[in-house]
């Protein structure tokens, strides 16, 4: 939600002279949430499956089941935007790195600036935790994505023909 807001702002040497300009606040809207209830287990696996494989084409090998999802030190969380589950990522937290996995934002709220607060979110969950460093092995498509927000190609990885091994110092 955008609210607008107006602002008095001086003008001249006497400051008598008062203008108004219209500025944008964002309200804070999203958060990222643990999943805990059936529900919300559903919702995150539900995006996952349709954004990551079956929109890939990848239909029937998705494993919610999958125990990754439930190890020690791995984070899997929603990205709630105006309490609906919108995105996910897990963050796969090992000593002082962070590693983001499965990023993913819903088809219809795609391109709407919700994939960047979910990043700005998981970095400040990995930060709070003591990472300094954030690590993603990502889609090709996702890369120029990415890169807008700090990632940079980790040259010390290989490249596979899908995806790119990308890392940001925090």
């Not at 796969?92 to 219809?108: G, L, Q, S, T, Y």
């Not at 460093?133 to 889609?139: F, G, N």
Request: charged fraction near 30%; proline fraction near 4%.
């Amino acid at each position: 939600m955008v609210l607008p807001l107006l602002s008095a702002i001086t003008s001249g040497s006497t400051g008598r002279s008062i203008s108004f300009v219209r500025r944008r606040v964002v309200a804070v809207t999203h958060s990222l949430a643990r999943p805990t209830t059936r529900e919300e287990w559903a919702h995150y696996h539900a995006i996952r499956r349709e954004v990551l494989w079956e929109n890939r084409g990848r239909f029937n090998v998705y494993d919610e089941s999958h125990p990754d999802e439930y190890k020690d030190g791995n984070f899997p969380l929603l990205l709630v935007y105006e309490a609906e589950p919108i995105g996910v990522v897990r963050i796969d937290i090992e000593r002082d790195r962070a590693i983001f996995r499965r990023v993913a934002i819903r088809d219809e709220y795609q391109r709407q600036g919700h994939g960047t607060a979910l990043m700005q979110l998981a970095e400040r969950f990995a930060k709070d935790r003591g990472c300094t460093i954030l690590y993603s092995c990502v889609d090709l498509a996702a890369v120029p994505f990415y890169e807008k927000c700090g990632f940079e190609r980790d040259r010390n990885c290989l490249a596979s023909a899908n995806n790119v091994s990308m890392q940001k110092l925090l």
